[in-house]
């Protein structure tokens, strides 16, 4: 069982990334998924939650209108679709399945930095 993340990367402010979550190992269309950060110094933070079937979204208030989660049940993926980045929206994000209890995957940087 594991999710694997990919996708960040080094982005100027007003950029845009994509990142991506493999899940296997589970039946993934049945659980809620979820990225979360963590910036230095700071505490890991929960950014957006898609339901199982991918028709309900939660987004923290900082990325609403910014940031879009999706997921594709019949490829075991779940995407976040960064936009209008912030240098403050510099961080690790971690892909994270509700699969007995919490599955997190090892994390991928996102740098926002001109």
């Known amino acids: 069982v594991q999710v694997v993340e990919s996708g960040g990367g080094l982005v100027q402010p007003g950029g845009s990334l994509r990142l991506s979550c493999a899940a296997s190992?589970?039946?993934?269309?049945?659980?809620?998924m979820s990225w979360y950060r963590q910036a230095p110094g700071k505490e890991r933070e929960l950014v957006a939650t898609?339901?199982?079937?991918?028709?309900?979204?939660y987004y923290v208030d900082s990325v609403k209108g910014r940031f879009t989660i999706s997921r594709d049940n019949a490829k075991n993926t779940v995407h976040l679709q960064m936009n209008s980045l912030r240098p403050e929206d510099t961080a690790v994000y971690y892909c994270?399945?509700?699969?007995?209890?919490?599955?997190w995957g090892q994390g991928t940087q996102v740098t926002v930095s001109s």
């Open positions: 994270v399945a509700y699969y007995s209890g919490r599955i």
């Open positions: 190992g589970f039946t993934f269309s049945s659980y809620a």
């Open positions: 898609i339901n199982s079937a991918g028709g309900t979204s």
